[in-house]
């Protein structure tokens, strides 16, 4: 359990070992700040939190205790915080996040009121974005909408089983490289 709960970096491609560079820490256009995003999993919940943590730049040699921004968790295999990113007003961060039961959305954090807003409502997981650095325009990937496996065609016809995952077929969900009816 003390495994689990253990507090590290949150970046799952940092964790596999890719270099730290970009990764790790977030500055602010100014340099006066700067974020990371940690995870720890939840034995009670059974969720992964992250936390996102602020720190002052000028103060990092005192060896400061980090402001704690935000705590989000998720449920799924997917992280509830990621791909943070400093807007130009340096008091805003953008990034993809969920919530335990909802889907993976783009997401604005106010550092100094600690406002959240969720910017995207959309059907289906974000998979990436891109935002401009006012936070005026955004544009994002999401995941294809799955179809519903058991439709009246199949209800009438039947289904093939062939190569879908077993978790798409008990959930009644087509999979992503498709289903024969």
């Known amino acids: 359990s003390d495994a689990v ?3 590290r970096l949150a970046d799952p491609d940092y964790v596999d070992g890719a270099p730290s560079l970009g990764r790790v820490a977030q500055f602010s256009h100014d340099g006066k700040d700067f974020v990371v995003a940690v995870r720890r999993g939840n034995l009670e919940q059974n969720t992964n939190e992250y936390l ?3 720190w ?3 103060k990092i040699g005192d ?4 402001e704690e921004l935000l ?6 295999n997917r992280c509830a915080i990621e791909n943070v990113t400093w807007l130009d007003d340096n008091e805003t961060l953008a990034f993809l996040g969920e919530r335990p039961g909802e889907l993976h959305q783009l997401y604005t954090l106010n550092i ?8 995207t409502n959309h059907s289906t997981n974000l998979v990436s974005y891109g935002i401009t ?7 994002f990937v999401a995941e294809a909408p799955r179809e519903n ?9 039947g289904v093939l089983v062939t190569t879908q995952p077993l978790a798409d077929l008990l959930a009644g969900k087509a999979s992503e490289a498709g289903v024969q009816l």
């Open 71 to 76: 705590t989000m968790s998720s449920s799924s």
């Open 52 to 54: 996102l943590l602020l």
């Open 149 to 157: 496996l058991f439709d009246n065609k199949a209800q009438r016809e």
């Open 112 to 119: 100094h009121t600690h406002i959240l807003t969720r910017v």
């Open 5 to 7: 709960r253990m507090l």
């Open 63 to 66: 060896a400061p205790i980090p």
């Open 133 to 139: 650095l006012d936070g005026k325009q955004v544009a």
């Open 56 to 58: 002052k730049t000028e």
